[in-house]
């Protein structure tokens, strides 16, 4: 318990957290703080193109472990399952509509990167390493709890929601081309390729997780300024036990695979963690009756700053607990 | 200088709906059009701004569409498939064109 | 296809009086609205780019209203309360919209 | 709230083109325009975004003059001798004006 | 003298001054160069960002001074006070109206951060300390100028210019928001987040800030190129000798308060400098009759050049005379 | 032979190209991956400033060659002689008509930038050293070209196209100036200038390098998408035939004036590469009925890559061969 507090206590004080706090203060007292949208979007591009390299360098030095696999396929299995949970749970605890529901669903089973991101940068801090693959398994989890949420709607007996034209842009949005490219960039260059960029992609990316931090803190602290309007006691609730639960069914199934304690770690915040860039937009385009102010501000209001403030250290814990690591 | 009437049809549209209405549109003939960004609006599903916007999910864009009045209908029509289930604004408008041969 | 009867005005106003400029006019009733950016432009006070504006002191935008033809009178007279001192263009045009039932 | 008759210009032209297309028109008394951006079109040259544009050769603004009625004509003469030998298009509305004075 | 000139060169002949002459003439020969706005605020919070986090980790670990409630008040008063000054100077120097006159007062008490900036980056070439809350003086500076300004006007009896909602503005616009806030942060992380950020905040700076003066000159550049038709001879004078008189009230202070020599010459800088952010933002809400090209010309297109190249020198000289640092 | 596929191989698997592969991928499978276009332009200049800085630093730490006014006329007469070989050539090869065979020839007698930034990497990368003027020499071709273009097409009887706005607006275009202008910063400021931000501007370069051409390949990549209907194969036959035609009249020239094996390559770079920024725009102006999609597809779908992948090793190794370097 200590632990975990010291832990909290050291998480929430790092630049990266108070930046956050700095974004989400300034936007509640209606600030008008602002990063222009190019600028955020060349963050994001920086950090994914970061993250998916060293993941892939990492795999090119220590090789590819017997567990890889395995670990893709829980991948898939979790985002896959977890909208079910998640589903019964909003059914439960919440009011919303079956579409709202479902669509909220589908958000749980995906997964935020920058969540991912944080959640590196604190395993790094602590000194604890983890499988280079694990963000290959981050860009296989976007996906498939989409088609879930299709799915639990569709028992509700409407017509097709799911085009070719809408699977294309799932499977080749952005982000996960992006990932996945850099991914396979640092696996073909390796240790040589990482040490070229080393000074671009390594040294400052800390301090670029702050700068986009602390705009995902301003987006996330306009959200909360409606939660009131958009969400009731059931659904805050819901924002902040869901990703418990899909943490621990993200330890489970690391413990299955024996994963080390540092991927234990990172496929727990997958699990946890909620999407609010792919899903958000393949939803508008297949279920435009669900109500995005619902699904954006639980994922970007409440679990979100959730898992970046208490979360990590919690699932840091639990994986140290757990693995003895 | 010679003028010629047209209808200069514009649809508010989120972003992410834009490639499926501009390939629907073609289809039903239309050969010309301009997207025109849009930073924020107000409507009964609330208030949003670009700014902080962190996907592709919320933003909106304006398709504008000069045509001539006899095609207006086909145009319509096949907007409206697309808008029906969305958030959007269809305007029309009654404007002069120069060099109306290229419509 | 069906439509229906209503106003475009469109305000080009400092970005600075934005905020000032819809709270206005959502006083005034007004349910909806759009923000264009604008690059730049020229008036009585001269020319201007948006390219190396270091602040927000100078930049403009057009606030867009599509509204029910007996709601005009009150838009005008909120909307000129806050443009009468300030630089910034009003215009208002004839057009049909789909889906009045928005409005 | 008492309005006035004007004209609305929209020119859709290159951007590379703006500078000499509001030179052209202000020579012909135009005292006031407005730029807009365009992130996207499509037209006989085929279709392009702004996204991903290396250059400033392609892209396409939108100049908008609003008018006094008597002066439109100039107006027209002069942005058709610059836009003839490029792509772009020319639309002209009728709209009403506060503040005419400033026209 | 000679001290002076050989400063003068150093600092005009480094890339940071370079880069903004470069902007300054590309501008006058009209290229089409330029820099995309977003680009440019996104300099900006960067800027912001690492001057701030620096001065609050720099407390963080040589500890509050004394005189930092001193220093704080002195900003103040300086602020508040130097629009008197200048509307005064204003009135005998040129043909301004009452009400242009208020509005250019109001830019010379408030403060330009990135004269700041440059400043502390001539002084880090130099070796010479200075007080870490010196970025917390900064922000205090920005607004009472305002209030002054408006004073002014008041008296010659107008209506009611300020409303909460315009203070509200002024007190939580963005830059200051992003200053405090990461003083705060480096405050509360210290040496050890300074650390785990330095390669982006620190190491980089300079290079940064020369592309942000290159953006800053073209700016400036293409409003001197309408310098004549806005400004007559006195008011160009005054854009000179304005920020003389600042400084020296500065040092003035800074000498009664016992300030290092490093924060004598950042108090003469700020007080020194003209704002071209957050005051003209406030005119135009609180005086739309006030002609920004005349403020904004003599801020950005007089002041802040003359504060560059040839201000900033003669404050290190004077205050090293003064204080013998 | 083994030679150029080592080398090959070698740079088709560093970051760099990777990158660039990575966004002609994505174009070509439609993902939605782009880069904000006001991000791309901050990228840009950033290579452009570094670049410039570090070619002037060179300059001012090496001295100046006695070669240096004779690369300059070598560049001159290049810039403005490869059109002529190009036109006649697309007379032979292709049916495309007069105008744009005269646009297209403009193309090729200009330079790429990018494409010599990324030989400088190549080179470094090799060890291999070049003279610090080779920018200066990039920026005296960047306009010649366009002069010829209008030359070929005037004799075919048409009225004047060149006016006194255009010639300014093409010498003084923001690439030319910010490329002159930072070099001259490099010149004056020498290798204390360049320690002092070598920090920005030299370590994270080969990073920035890779996520700009991870923007040129989208780029590419989207023109790849309809070269099938702009192009026929004689004209793609010209895109891939046409540098190496360049590159061999630079290495003579090279030779000539007794470059080193680095600057060697480096004008066989420019001379082989095609504009796709300066003379577009140039020729939007002044021939607007000249079809922009073909040249644009060449050059950037066609030119560009090719030089990227087989042309740079190529180069290299003929310029190893003859110089003996
Ligand atoms: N009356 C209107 N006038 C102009 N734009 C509108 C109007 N109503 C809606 N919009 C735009 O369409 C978006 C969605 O509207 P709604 O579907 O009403 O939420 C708004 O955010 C505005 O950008
Ligand atoms: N006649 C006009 N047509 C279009 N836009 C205008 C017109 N007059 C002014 N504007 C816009 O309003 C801004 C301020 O105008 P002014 O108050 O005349 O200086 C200009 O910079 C333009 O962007
Ligand atoms: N009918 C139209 N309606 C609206 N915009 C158009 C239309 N036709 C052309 N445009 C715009 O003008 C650009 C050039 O058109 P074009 O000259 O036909 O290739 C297009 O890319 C569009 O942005
Ligand atoms: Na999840
Ligand atoms: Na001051
Ligand atoms: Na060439």
């Known amino acids: ?325 | 200088m010679q003028t010629h009437k047209a209808k200069r049809v514009v649809i508010t549209i989120e972003a992410i709906m834009q490639k499926r209405l501009t390939d629907t549109i073609e289809e039903a003939g239309v050969t010309g059009y301009s997207i025109l960004p849009v930073l924020g609006g107000s409507g009964r599903s609330g208030a949003w701004t670009r700014e902080g916007q962190v996907g592709r999910a919320s933003g909106m864009v304006q398709v504008v569409c000069i045509i001539r009045p006899e095609r207006l209908d086909d145009l319509l029509d096949a907007a409206f498939d697309v808008v029906e289930t969305h958030i959007g604004v269809v305007t029309i408008t009654d404007v002069e064109v120069l060099r109306a041969e290229r419509f």
């Not at chain 1, 079956?98 to 959640?119: K, L, P």
């Not at chain 1, 799911?162 to 696996?187: K, P, Q, W």
């Not at chain 1, 699904?295 to 208490?310: A, C, H, Q």
């Open chain 1, 1 to 325: 318990m200590a632990d975990i507090l010291s832990l909290a206590a050291d998480n929430l004080l790092s630049p990266v957290i108070l930046s956050f706090i700095l974004g989400v203060s300034a936007a509640l007292a209606r600030s008008d703080l602002s990063v222009p949208e190019a600028v955020a979007k060349g963050l994001s591009i920086y950090l994914l193109f970061a993250i998916g390299f060293k993941g892939g360098a990492s795999v090119a030095s220590h090789g590819v472990d017997a567990t890889l696999v395995a670990t893709l396929a829980a991948g898939l299995v979790l985002s896959a399952g977890l909208p079910m949970i998640a589903f019964n749970l909003l059914k439960i605890m919440t009011k919303m509509s079956r579409t709202d529901a479902a669509a909220v669903a589908g958000h749980y089973g995906s997964i935020s990167i920058v969540t991912f991101v944080a959640a590196t940068s604190v395993l790094q801090g602590r000194g604890i390493s983890s499988e280079g693959y694990m963000v290959a398994v981050a860009a296989v989890m976007e996906a498939p709890a989409i088609l879930s949420a299709l799915w639990l709607i569709s028992t509700g007996g409407t017509e097709k929601r799911m085009d070719g034209a809408l699977l294309r842009e799932i499977l080749l949005n952005g982000s996960i081309v992006l990932l996945i490219g850099a991914f396979v960039i640092g696996v073909v260059t390796g240790e040589e390729g990482l040490a070229s960029i080393s000074s671009f992609i390594v040294a400052p990316f800390t301090g670029v997780l702050c700068l986009f931090l602390l705009d995902m803190g301003l987006v996330a602290g306009r959200g909360l300024r409606d939660v009131r309007g958009v969400l009731g006691g059931g659904a805050i609730a819901f924002g902040m036990l869901m990703p418990v639960i899909g943490s621990l069914a993200g330890l489970a199934a690391a413990l299955l695979i024996g994963l080390s304690t540092g991927g234990a770690v990172l496929l727990m915040v997958l699990s946890a963690s909620a999407s609010y860039i792919a899903v958000p937009a393949a939803m508008r385009v297949a279920l435009p009756e669900a109500n995005p102010s619902i699904y954006l501000t639980l994922s970007l209001g409440i679990t979100f700053p959730f898992n970046l403030t208490v979360g990590i250290p919690l699932y840091v814990t639990l994986a140290r607990l757990v693995t003895g690591g």
